[in-house]
């Protein structure tokens, strides 16, 4: 896939369906033979989604046995203190989504909306978890989530025109997860608009048990980026019972009971480097190359 970069696997635990529906109707809950397999394709480089080399793409990963697609809507702002929110090279149009949706669903794979914002010009190298962190007015927060709300409404009405079963509606926004009362602001506004499921990704460090209007979602979402080895090449045993009896885990889990909400892993992945469970978020630096590496975490996940 020379233009477009498959980025994570999404997978449903604990999940029952997700359809198109007014969303006071609730879904079932705690089916163990109920998963979602799908992955993600995030545009790097400023190629349109509809180009035959995504269509290849699309083709590609529908040859795999997924039966979802994650499409990545990319938005920007200078810097993590900036509330200004753009689109940029890599920020797909709706008439470019559209026509990758149709095809998608030609290949029988069901679409899901999610979106990003990135910081295009932080020389410090910022990430999108630390937007607003250090904000010390009502007035940027107000104008921050106003921009969010402008950019993210367009795709709202294009995934309510295409009955589009999912939307992602934010992700590892960290810093700004504890503002509780604009979120739920946002998601009633989102509600009276769409009517698929929502769910929204927080990262796995904090961990998602400090959100506290999960209530208002379809979904619990998780970026799984979980280190579960301190050894370049670990066994698949050992990766299982690092799964098995990691504490953030057994929160995840604590947490769907409690809020009686399926969790969707909205990003979780490995690469195929030596040592890639130590810190499995890390894509800057280049260890020698393990292609059985991912293959080992996958068939602990079976």
């Known amino acids: 896939m020379k233009h477009l970069r498959t980025t994570l696997i999404i997978t449903v635990l604990l999940a029952g369906c997700i359809h198109f529906r007014h969303p006071t109707i609730p879904l079932s809950y705690r089916n163990p033979e109920f998963f979602i397999y799908g992955m993600s394709l995030v545009n790097e480089d400023g190629t349109s989604f509809d180009t035959p080399a995504n269509r290849q793409s699309l083709l590609n990963l529908q040859r ?8 990545i809507i990319n938005g920007f702002q200078d810097t993590i203190n900036s509330t200004r929110i753009y689109s940029g090279p890599t920020t797909p149009s709706v008439y470019e989504l559209t026509r990758a949706t149709d095809y998608a669903r030609r290949l029988n794979l ?16 910022h990430w999108r978890g630390q937007i607003g962190l250090h904000w010390q007015t009502d007035w940027e927060w107000n104008d921050w989530f106003a921009n969010y709300r402008q950019f993210i409404w367009p ?21 700004l997860e504890s503002h509780e009362p604009y979120w739920r602001t946002l998601i009633k506004e989102v509600r009276e608009n769409y009517h698929g499921s929502l ?3 927080a990262n796995w460090d904090p961990g998602p048990d400090h959100l506290t209007w999960w209530d208002t979602l379809d979904f619990i ?5 979980l280190p579960l080895s301190k050894e370049d090449h670990p066994t698949r045993e050992s990766l299982i019972h690092s799964w098995r009896t ?3 885990v057994k929160q995840i889990n604590w947490l769907s009971a409690y809020y009686r909400k399926p969790v969707i892993f909205t990003e ?3 690469r195929s480097v030596e040592g890639a469970s130590h810190a499995p978020w890390e894509y800057h630096f280049s260890p020698p190359l393990d292609l059985m590496g991912a293959g080992r975490f996958i068939l602990c996940r079976h």
């Not at 069901?110 to 190298?125: T, W």
């Not at 979402?221 to 980026?225: E, Q, R």
């Open 64 to 71: 795999t046995g997924i039966s979802w697609v994650v499409f």
């Open 110 to 125: 069901q679409v899901v909306y999610k979106f990003h914002i990135d910081n295009i010009h932080d020389s410090a190298q």
């Open 155 to 175: 795709y709202l009405k294009t995934a309510e025109r295409l009955r589009v079963p999912l939307i992602c509606i934010g992700n590892e926004l960290t810093n």
């Open 199 to 201: 769910v929204y990704g």
């Open 221 to 225: 979402g998780v970026s799984a980026y």
């Open 246 to 248: 990691d504490q953030r």
């Open 268 to 270: 979780i992945g490995y």
